[in-house]
Structure formats: C-alpha cells, structure tokens
C-alpha cells in the first residue's frame, strides 16, 4: 500500500477538504504542516511553488495553483445543514475531534 504526504500550511485553507477525504475514506496519510519561517525554503523545492502537495509513495501527485475562491454567504441552509451531517460521519467526526486548532 502507498503513503501518503499531505504538505499544506498550519491551517484548514485549501487543504482541509483533502484531508477529511483522507478521514472518510480511513486512510492513514502524513499530515505535513508548515509555518512560514519554513515556507521561503520550501517553496524553492514545491511543484509551482505552491501548496498544497500530495505525493504518492514518494511521488508528487497532485499540486494545486491558486484558484479564484468565492465565500458562501450564512443564509445558505442547505449547505449548511449538508455540512452539520457530514461533520456527524464516524471518521469525519473523529479527524474533526482531533485536528489541530488554528487561525484559519
């Protein structure tokens, strides 16, 4: 079985969507979390220069570019409510118990 290497900075931005993946489906996966005192080295070395990275058995697999985001205004209750059972799935529950707390 492969590993995984999830490298993103210390926070749920882009990457957090990865990693409750990596929770639902119950795979182990390296959670590689970054500050930006190492980031000016790190980016020299990062496909794009970007994150975050997935590398696969040692391989780099995926690298995102920055991509244009939009925010989801708070009347949304569909989404909303999608969000309250997903967070209630076993695994989602657990990666969500156990995750860091951070700024963003």
Known sequence: M???KFT???GKGR????RLLFAAAGKAFDDVRID??????LK???????LP???????TKISQSAKKREEFLADYKLLD???KKVEQLPKIKE???KRPVTTF
């Open 8 to 10: 993103y900075f210390n």
């Open 53 to 59: 990275v997935l590398e696969v058995g040692g391989k």
């Open 44 to 50: 020299k070395v990062m496909p794009q220069g970007t």
């Open 36 to 41: 930006s005192a190492q980031w000016s080295d």
């Open 15 to 18: 990457a957090e969507v990865s």
């Open 2 to 4: 492969p590993s995984y």
């Open 95 to 97: 990666y969500l118990k």
């Open 81 to 83: 409510a999608n969000r």
